[in-house]
Nanobody, 126 residues
Framework: QVQAVETGGGLVEAGGSLRLSCTAS??????????IGWFRQAPGKEREGVSC???????IYADSVRGRFTISRDNAKNTVYLQMSNLKPEDTAMYYC??????????????????WGQGTQVTVSS
């Protein structure tokens, strides 16, 4: 079972930036076999997909973050990053990463991942 740990959340003013990290361990094969997705859940709202990265396909983004967020990965460190810029109050949420070994990044709405992290809180003040 993969363990995924998110770090990098915090409090930032609107227009600011944060970089989230998702580091995985307990992998059954090379890290680049895995698709890693980022999701978020705001209070009182359903969890939604933010972005996904897979070395054998294109990165995908939710419309609400495209152009402001950038996903990347360092396979040597078993880590995926989510660089968030021009943050808005509506980006406030708990952010989760999730890992899936097979299937790649289907679309940003797909939440069928095998292993999930505990989340890191992002709060954007207006």
């Amino acid at each position: 079972q993969v363990q995924a740990v998110e770090t990098g959340g915090g409090l930032v003013e609107a227009g600011g930036s944060l970089r989230l990290s998702c580091t995985a361990s307990g992998l059954s094969s090379a890290f680049d076999d895995y698709a890693i997705g980022w999701f978020r859940q705001a209070p009182g709202k359903e969890r939604e997909g933010v972005s996904c990265i897979w070395d054998r396909g294109s990165d995908i983004y939710a419309d609400s973050v495209r152009g402001r967020f950038t996903i990347s990965r360092d396979n040597a460190k078993n880590t995926v990053y989510l660089q968030m810029s021009n943050l808005k109050p509506e980006d406030t949420a708990m952010y989760y990463c999730a890992a899936r070994k097979w299937g790649g990044c289907i679309n940003v709405y797909d939440q069928r991942y095998d292993d999930w992290g505990q989340g890191t809180q992002v709060t954007v003040s207006s």
